[in-house]
């Protein structure tokens, strides 16, 4: 599976869109883009993914460049309770189903 | 409201002591996952399965760690002798592997806190 790069922490206000970049360069045709975060302590939670096209569902909007070799998470209206560590991850449709997380980017929502 | 279960949710033992977690997955999904984390070392991909059969434990100390799924609703993470440094917090998480299309999501549950003394 491709690896992933994202910048290690990020602020934003609250009310404003959160925009967290991820760089997968090595991406491979068969691989799709996920989003997790993880809140404090809890365990990671699904966001929204995306293989070519922009995804938006009620959480968030994925925006996959053309050329797939990086992707942007969009919260819209991010809010102190999107504090949270979030991560992309690049898996492929097919194989070993093997699910790594990196080192993320810690969101920090502020008021 | 379907969700994977873990238990003990919070565990202090003293090393060298057995330590067992379980997951209960949920029903129909074919996957599940042990990941440890700590702030150190982040989210750890100890072991998963598909379908009940190990596919990869390459991320557990082996000579320590075991993992299995006795059947479809329970797997269980062991750990034998444990050791301080296996403090940590361990999520089982399940999915849905279909073949084709997108992986599918992972479902985590709330983890099981270890303290070893």
Request: proline share 6%; with cysteine; hydrophobic share 30%.
């Amino acid at each position: 599976d491709a690896k992933t790069t994202q910048p290690p922490s990020m602020d934003c206000a609250e009310g404003r869109a959160a925009n967290l970049p991820c760089n997968h360069s090595t991406i491979s045709g068969n691989e799709y883009v996920y989003w997790y975060r993880q809140i404090h302590s809890q365990g990671p939670q699904y966001i929204i993914h995306g293989l070519k096209n922009n995804e938006t569902n009620e959480m968030a909007s994925l925006i996959i460049t053309e050329d797939r070799k990086s992707s942007t998470l969009i919260l819209p209206h991010a809010t102190l309770r999107d504090t949270a560590v979030y991560y992309c991850i690049v898996r492929r449709n097919s194989g070993t189903y093997k699910y790594i997380f990196g080192t993320g980017t810690r969101l920090k929502v502020l008021a | 409201d379907a969700r994977v279960t873990q238990t003990p949710r919070h565990k202090v033992t003293e090393m060298g002591q057995e330590v067992t977690m379980r997951c209960q997955p949920i029903l129909g999904h074919n996957t599940v996952f042990w990941y440890r984390q700590t702030m150190m070392q982040g989210l750890e991909l100890l072991a998963y399965f598909r379908n009940r059969a190990p596919l990869d434990d390459s991320g557990m100390p082996k000579d320590r760690f075991s993992a299995e799924m006795p059947d479809a609703t329970l797997a269980t993470l062991k750990i034998q002798p444990s050791e301080p440094r296996d403090s940590a917090v361990y999520f089982c998480a399940s999915g849905l592997a279909q073949g084709q299309g997108p992986p599918g999501e992972l479902f985590f549950g709330e983890g099981s806190r270890l303290t070893v003394l």
